[in-house]
């Protein structure tokens, strides 16, 4: 044990790291899974962070639902019913985010048409009770930002916090104010907020004052502060790449495309002129519609300055499609060969799609229908959405119903422990220990283990010694033992922990 830590000191100077390229998605069978019926139009799923155990179901006509994965237990999260106006298809409560700090602040987000003119759209903060995770605290709501709606239609209404853009910035996709073909043109007026995605610090914000979040384009400059991207027509579910932080939104045409519009991760802290940032792109409408010029004015169809979407198809074949409902990229545990792999579908027609996204080059491949696996009878596609594990859901507002995204039959699920969970899942939640990142319980291996032998000795220590420095696409096999792909002091650590043991 001495000679190894004096040759692991000796070493730090060579450490690093490089991330690990992840295998390209493969397309395997999936199926779809009831979790809970009985709804009343849910139209989003979500989960609070780091919590494993449970979902919100968010219900159109203003109540949050919560499902208990292990009692199978539904209950009323939180009712503002009283608070909402739904008389119109597209009004209601429409969104749900939960703060990055919420096991510490208690702090929730949601998106509503409220009963003032034709319905206000309003974004509030929630308390969670501190006596009760299963209750919200309904008088505890703080009013954001409040704005009219000319129209009670196009009303957005997708709220999300980044995974890398910094932890208190809530984006919110607006729509364009509704009626048809934008008629104010608003959504080329960076001076309002219809047909927009905004971008607000929710941590700096109070009553009334919401707070634009730093390095938002129009800070400075003539156009609203709050704003972080304009040309949207009514982006019906947007979300963010969990393991990227890629966001991708799926806007709703008028009459002939509906389209996928993407934004590459904003680098945190990145401003105006900063190398990777994202902010201020114009997504087109109401001078295109996914690929297609519109003849509408506003902006030049097909000029420089437009972002053009990664993906557009028409509104045509039977049952007719006519608005997308997006998704999310799957970076679940259950089926690891799908990970990267992006879900959405239509809510007209039923239709379910995955394909894989390269958003760095605005291209799309792997376009699969998935509609005969995952669309139950009496579809109403209302939205996706996703659990801690990254596993995916689908909901159907008039079947009142969430289903999950499953293998298909034949699926050979791996626990190697044979405890009911995915290994994967296991570790992802920290029910299980896994030293060396290969997402195996390490109750299932013999860690430390190099050579195959199932002891862990002097003829480890000779493998690693011997390739200690080498990296990045080392193997375990070559002692690459925390799966990082380098051969360094980590690796030297785990050995030590682990030398004697005899796995036999």
């Not at 009692?71 to 298809?89: G, K, P, W, Y």
């Not at 997402?439 to 291996?445: A, F, M, V």
Request: with cysteine; hydrophobic share 35%.
């Amino acid at each position: 044990m001495t000679r190894i830590a004096a040759l692991a000191l000796a070493i730090v100077p060579f450490l690093f790291t490089t991330p690990v390229l992840a295998d390209p998605p493969q397309l395997i069978p999936v199926q779809r899974e009831l979790v809970v019926s009985g709804l009343t139009r849910p139209l989003f799923v979500t989960h609070a962070p780091n919590d494993y155990n449970r979902i919100f179901i968010v219900e159109q006509p203003g109540r949050i639902r919560v499902y208990n994965f292990h009692t199978q237990q539904l209950s009323t999260f939180l009712d503002i019913t009283s608070s909402v106006r739904d008389n119109a298809n597209e009004q209601g409560l429409l969104g749900l985010a939960f703060h990055p700090d919420y096991d510490n602040n208690g702090h929730f987000f949601v998106c509503y048409t409220a009963p003032v003119g034709v319905g206000d759209t309003r974004i509030a903060r929630f308390s969670v009770d501190q006596n009760n995770p299963n209750a919200a605290l309904p008088a505890s709501q703080v009013i954001l930002l409040q704005f009219s709606q000319p129209f009670n239609n196009h009303n957005g209404g997708w709220i999300g916090f980044s995974p890398t853009d910094g932890a208190n910035y809530l984006y919110f996709s607006s729509g364009d104010g509704g009626s048809g073909n934008d008629p104010n043109n608003y959504a080329q007026n960076t001076n309002v907020l219809w047909g927009k995605m905004l971008r607000i610090d929710v941590d700096n914000s109070t009553a009334g004052n919401p707070a634009p979040a730093p390095g938002n384009p129009f800070i400075g400059i003539t156009g609203n502060d709050l704003i972080w991207h304009y040309g949207l027509r009514n982006a019906w579910r947007c979300s963010f790449d969990r393991a990227t932080g890629d966001l991708i939104m799926a806007d709703v045409g008028q009459v002939t495309r509906e389209e996928v519009s993407v934004q590459l991760a904003n680098p945190a802290g990145a401003g105006p002129g900063d190398f990777g940032y994202q902010g201020g792109q114009n997504y087109g409408w109401r001078c295109m519609e996914g690929f297609f010029c519109t003849g509408l004015s506003g902006c030049t169809c097909n000029a420089t300055n437009l972002t053009l979407p990664i993906h557009d198809y028409p509104r045509v074949g039977a049952p007719n499609p006519c608005s997308i409902t997006g998704g999310y990229v799957y970076r679940g545990c259950v089926m690891p060969e799908m990970r990267g792999t992006y879900f959405f579908g239509d809510y007209c027609s039923g239709d379910v799609w995955s394909a894989v996204l390269d958003i760095e080059n605005n291209t799309i491949s792997n376009l699969t229908n998935r509609k005969a696996e995952l669309t139950p009878p009496n579809f109403n596609l209302s939205s996706f959405g996703e659990d801690a594990f990254g596993e995916l859901y689908m909901t159907f507002l008039n079947q009142g119903s969430v289903w999950k995204i499953v293998p298909g039959p034949g699926y050979d699920i791996a626990d190697c422990d044979n405890d009911g969970i995915a290994d994967a899942c296991a570790v992802a939640a920290g029910l299980v220990p896994d030293i060396n990142n290969n997402e195996i319980p390490d109750s299932c291996e013999c860690i430390g283990d190099i050579n195959g032998d199932n002891l862990v000795d002097l003829d480890d220590f000779i493998i690693l010694a011997g390739n200690f420095g080498s990296g990045p696409g080392m193997t375990p096999a070559q002692g690459d033992l925390n799966g990082d792909g380098f051969v360094n002091l980590d690796d030297f650590i785990i050995l030590a922990g682990n030398f004697g043991n005899d796995c036999n």
